[in-house]
């Protein structure tokens, strides 16, 4: 598949909208929040109407120049086909012959004039228009003018007329001279033209179109210039008066046929808004106006898109009649007439197909919808700022999801205001919560001394203590610790601590046994306490509590050594106490025991006393 025939720089692009209000089929769409134009190349039909007014050069074209490089290195003869509109095109190359080796120079085998293939096109148009037996039709000989037609007007398809094109018409004439295996390159003013291309085989293949300004390049690329070549004249056949084809009605008068206002049967138009005017008008009152309709989308080729900006119409409307003019002097009339019988048995008949992009219209509702939303309610009047004629058009585009509605500048005006007062009160509760931020920031300054202060007498009070303290993160990683700890961990502990006070950093693992790091992980993961548990460590018995700080991220723990003789003395009086404590509840629950016994007996024999006295008396 080749690469789309436009494509938008997204890095370049200003979104000013200039493409937008030239496109004449709206191809090129503004999405809600998407900060540059995107090209809808199934709605495109490559009139580069937007590669001429786009300022920043955001909009680029398919390049051909590599193609045709590959092309040339090729062990295939090449042939270059070449547009007559090319002498408005060269105004700097005063001598044609020059510019044909020029062309040479570039690696071609053959140079031909289209102009040619124009003359046997035109002939086929005479033959067409003299016999259209009441069928009117609208001129095939552009690409661009074909693309709208297939596109947005699909039932007219039937009334294009069934001719191809002057570069294809070359092309035949080519291959048929030289052999179906020639490749063959079309130097053109017309983009569209590079995806006309696509749409032909066998003997009307063209394999590559390069624009006027490709070739400016490709000069320039290879340093070729008038002055550095000789004299070479076109191969033939030579064209006569299909030199005049680029200009609008340049083809109908080659072959004399009739424009006359009282008698004629052709109309030619040309421009944009002409043709789609003329298409309108042609679909709507065909059998009123029962004329056949001559179109160039563009003014002429001698202005297509792919010519140089600088040059005028005029100027180059003048260029390519004097090219002709200068031709016809010494025509061989005798031998062009021989090459049209010769190439007379050439196929230039094609056909057309439907390819529909009209957009359902929305409803009268939706449309009024997004009218209200700008603020327009004369719909009929617009200023055209958008690109569309009027607000309704706009409105209708807007729905059909061809354009936003930020387009407008009045609604963007009337929002932008909205946004600036909205903007002052945000500055003002701004202001507002600056100085209160300010007050909370001098208040958080304070809170953060103390509480600076605060960990500083914690940290004293962690290094007075005589019991060992350690917290520990999740990654068993030691945050914080007092020397107590570092003592009871040993000589290497203390001189780690030296260089890290505090141990802070350390790996838990890597300093105390498995025991204790399972006490550790227990706590950690199922965020219960475990307090006083004996664990040995070496030679020394250490009472361990473990405790939760943090859920699953961090635990602290409270280790002291049993054998410390302060540690011994109150661990000896609390567990005596708790012996102790444990006899007397013992004591007292054996004396319960015993009562509850005692009193059992006494009412069992007080129970056989009644039931004996009772005995007796019955007796």
């Not at 120079?105 to 037996?133: I, W």
């Amino acid at each position: 598949m080749p690469s789309p025939l436009f494509e938008i720089l997204k890095d370049k692009c200003q979104l000013c909208y200039a493409c937008v209000r030239v496109c004449p089929v709206k191809a090129i769409e503004v999405k809600v929040n998407q900060k540059y134009v995107t090209i809808n190349n199934q709605r495109c039909i490559g009139c580069g109407k937007c590669l001429k007014v786009c300022s920043p050069n955001a909009i680029k074209y398919r390049d051909s120049k590599e193609e045709t490089k590959e092309l040339l290195k090729s062990d295939n003869k090449v042939a270059a086909i070449v547009a007559p509109s090319i002498s408005g095109e060269f105004d700097d190359i005063r001598d044609y012959r020059k510019f044909v080796m020029m062309i040479k120079a570039l690696g071609f085998d053959y140079v031909n004039e289209v102009s040619f293939g124009a003359d046997l096109v035109a002939k086929k148009y005479e033959e067409l228009f003299n016999n259209f037996k009441g069928k009117y039709y609208i001129t095939s000989k552009c690409p661009v003018v074909v693309s709208y037609i297939e596109k947005f007007h699909p039932d007219l398809v039937k009334n294009l007329a069934p001719i191809v094109t002057p570069m294809i018409a070359t092309a035949k004439v080519v291959h048929k001279k030289y052999g179906n295996e020639t490749k063959v390159v079309y130097i053109s003013p017309c983009i569209a033209s590079k995806d006309e291309a696509l749409n032909f085989d066998d003997d009307g293949k063209v394999d590559s179109v390069l624009t006027f300004l490709e070739l400016r390049d490709l000069f320039k690329e290879e340093n070729i210039t008038e002055s550095s070549v000789e004299f070479s004249d076109f191969d033939a056949p030579i064209g006569m008066k299909g030199s005049l084809f680029p200009i609008a009605n340049g083809m109908i008068q080659s072959v004399n046929i009739n424009e006359d206002l009282l008698k004629g049967s052709v109309i030619s138009l040309d421009g944009k808004l002409n043709v789609i005017e003329s298409v309108n008008e042609f679909e709507n009152n065909i059998e009123i106006i029962k004329q056949h309709f001559d179109l160039f989308f563009c003014d002429g080729c001698i202005m297509g898109p792919g010519t140089s900006p600088d040059v005028g119409k005029f100027l180059r409307h003048t260029l390519v009649v004097n090219y002709a003019n200068k031709r016809l002097k010494d025509f061989d009339e005798n031998e062009w007439n021989k090459n049209i019988q010769r190439y007379s048995v050439l196929n230039l008949e094609r056909s057309f197909k439907k390819d529909d992009k009209r957009i359902s219209y929305p409803s009268e509702n939706e449309i009024n919808a997004i009218l209200k939303a700008i603020g327009r309610y004369n719909d009929r009047l617009g200023c055209g700022s958008c690109g569309y004629k009027n607000c309704r058009e706009f409105a209708v585009a807007v729905c059909k999801g061809l354009a936003k509605t930020e387009m407008c500048p009045v609604f963007a005006i009337r929002n932008r205001n909205e946004y600036i007062d909205k903007l002052k009160v945000a500055n003002d509760n701004l202001a507002s919560t600056k100085i209160a931020l300010k007050q909370s920031e001098q208040k958080a300054v304070e809170k953060q001394i103390l509480a600076e202060q605060a960990s500083e007498v914690v940290d004293i009070m962690m290094q007075k203590l005589p019991i060992a303290i350690v917290i520990i993160d999740e990654k068993f990683k030691i945050l914080k610790s007092n020397q107590s700890f570092v003592n009871i961990l040993g000589k290497d502990a203390e001189e780690i601590s030296e260089i890290i006070p505090g141990l802070i950093g350390a790996e838990l693992k890597s300093l105390l046994p498995l025991n204790f790091c399972n006490l550790v992980s227990f706590v950690m993961t199922k965020n219960e306490n475990v307090m006083n548990k004996d664990v040995e460590i070496n030679d020394s018995i250490l009472n361990v509590s473990v405790f939760t700080i943090k859920k699953h991220s961090i635990v602290g723990a409270v280790i002291r050594d049993m054998y410390a003789p302060e540690v011994r003395k109150e661990e000896a009086i609390k567990r005596i106490t708790e012996v102790v404590d444990r006899n007397l509840e013992l004591v007292q629950k054996i004396g319960f025991f015993l009562g509850e016994g005692a009193s059992e007996t006494e009412r069992m024999l007080n129970s056989i006393i009644e039931f004996y006295k009772s005995g007796k008396t019955k007796k």
